[in-house]
């Protein structure tokens, strides 16, 4: 049998685009995230995938009771 060293190719996997969080308006704490979240998702020293998918889901499930000041 001949064996030949040749190796697969690379495979180049694109990065999964998610929705664009939507904090809620007047909240600090949803204002806070996003700004986190930009820099994560952005193309500067900060981009995390990871990280940037970490804080799209805290904006998602930070509670806002309805009628609560805003």
Same mark, same amino acid.
């Given at each position: 049998?001949? +064996? *030949?060293?040749? +190796?697969? @190719? #690379?495979?180049?996997?694109? &990065?999964? *685009?998610?929705?664009? #969080?939507? #904090?809620?308006?007047?909240? &600090? ?13 952005? *193309? $500067?020293? !900060?981009?995390? #995938? +990871?990280?940037? !998918? +970490?804080?799209? @889901? !805290?904006?998602? @499930?930070?509670?806002?009771?309805? $009628? @609560?000041?805003?």
């Amino acid at each position: 049998m001949h +064996q *030949t060293n040749q +190796q697969p @190719a #690379p495979a180049h996997l694109s &990065d999964i *685009t998610l929705p664009i #969080p939507r #904090p809620a308006k007047g909240c &600090d704490v949803c204002g806070a995230l996003m700004n986190q979240w930009r820099r994560a998702s952005g *193309t $500067g020293a !900060e981009y995390s #995938p +990871q990280r940037a !998918e +970490q804080y799209r @889901a !805290e904006i998602l @499930a930070h509670p806002h009771r309805k $009628g @609560a000041a805003k």
